[in-house]
């Protein structure tokens, strides 16, 4: 639990300062790029956790999630032109944070008593809506509505999840495995340029 | 109540076929059509359960609502240039599942013991929330602030429903008539072209 | 108890009044002129009983708020073009709302046992989040993530507030104390035209 923990902060970290970096590009000013890092980063969890019911949401009770999100990016802000050298890493942490955050909406909706298509749904939003809230915010269409596969590795996952929390694996088992097929589809998905299908119009 | 949850079915699919098309027009990929539909068909009532503490959301209760919104999506991604001749009948749906989300949410308001204006609002909420979000993910000014008599028509199916629950009439002639007039303003509104003001500026 | 109630009206009058322009400015109808001026003033208190788990929200329980903030909007989508003297003095009330909504949030989030930064932050969201929805329906991006000391007189006002409660001091001596801190900076604010750093970009 203390690994899923780790690598939960440390997806944390990682939409967070996409979404400081989203705002930085949007010539927003300093409260608005770190409203923007911590929107990004607890956004998809706290929205599942009001509609599960689970209130206050995770990051009212465990206030580090917002010190670690406010911390980043506060560092995005002030040192983003020296830490481009992270523009690389950052596409892999946020693919581990995109396999962390899909296991854990998973695994709690699941919890929750939830079916087949809303625990899948959870995990998808948890990993999800925290980049969708970001895009709306610096009035775009939401990256995850267009052509890129990245919500897509997250419903494998969550499917995965399903089957293998169905089968009876242990917990740790089935996170493990379910994180790392997401991980992996987007990452094949960065370096291939997978996208899905967009529809003909005349 | 059979006839009502036919009834919400058919205003679900509905709201799920205009989330589907605007997502087509904005070129998103066939997972943001999906989206934008489920989102669109479903969002008002989720937001509404939300708010008046009734969690988890009807539709995670029962997954018909997603099965039902995401196999529309498709339907329309997939075969929308053939469905061409559902274009009108589609406006009449769409004034159906208004009339109908209407008066399931100010029922259900009012079950929860809330007083005029909450009751007419989450009506409202119920059948026009969805659409507002579509047209935000949509990145454009939602479609109900703008100059159209279609929230409109679901306020006075409000207040029509507010007053005839307090004369006592039974709950299921209560809802036929509200539905009626907010289905019968919505038609005819679309036949005469009828618009709110706007205020003047200089 | 009575002044906090007789300044959160204010307050709310004032908010419903600036989400009223912004709708008459984006040339909506008269309805969404309306919606515009609630979700304003109602938005951010809202969203955090939301959060808190004070559900149903504190509009829902007492619906002057609604009342007021529907008459507000009336009253500036048939009038505004003679209210024009009130444009200035509105600017004083908007900031008197900002306080007085700052005061009401982190009061909440701390009878709710919220920590630190969660008490600050539902302070800020009540104060600034419907202006945020405001401008997202709008079509715009949100003006509190731009260049402006705004939710920042928010952000100073809730520490002290914080601070205040956990020295121990009466509630209403902490509560006068820290709106006014949120006022006058805002106040001094808007005179200087004080802005936060934007980040250097190359």
């Not at 990256?143 to 399903?162: H, P």
């Not at 495995?177 to 990452?187: G, P, Q, S, Y």
């Amino acid at each position: 639990m203390n690994v899923l923990y780790a690598l939960d902060l440390l997806g944390t970290a990682a939409f967070a300062a996409s979404g400081a970096l989203a705002g930085i590009q949007r010539r927003m000013d300093l409260l608005g790029v770190v409203i923007l890092g911590v929107v990004t980063a607890v956004g998809g969890g706290t929205l599942r956790d009001v509609l599960l019911g689970s209130i206050p949401p995770f990051c009212f009770k465990d206030e580090t999630y917002f010190y670690l999100s406010i911390g980043v990016a506060l560092a995005v802000f002030f040192f983003h032109r020296s830490l481009n050298f992270l523009h690389r890493p950052l596409l892999y942490f946020d693919a581990l944070g995109l396999g962390t955050f899909l296991v854990i909406g998973t695994g709690k909706a699941l919890a929750y008593d939830a079916g087949f298509l809303v625990a899948v749904m959870m995990g998808v939003m948890t990993a999800t809506a925290g980049g969708l809230v970001r895009d709306v915010l610096s009035d775009q269409v939401p990256f995850i509505l267009q052509k890129e596969v990245y919500a897509t590795a997250c419903i494998f996952g969550g499917i995965v999840y399903y089957i293998l929390y169905r089968v009876g694996l242990p917990d740790s088992t089935t996170a493990v495995i379910a994180a790392l097929v997401v991980i992996v589809i987007r990452i094949v998905a960065i370096h291939r340029k997978w996208s899905l299908p967009i529809a003909k119009v005349d």
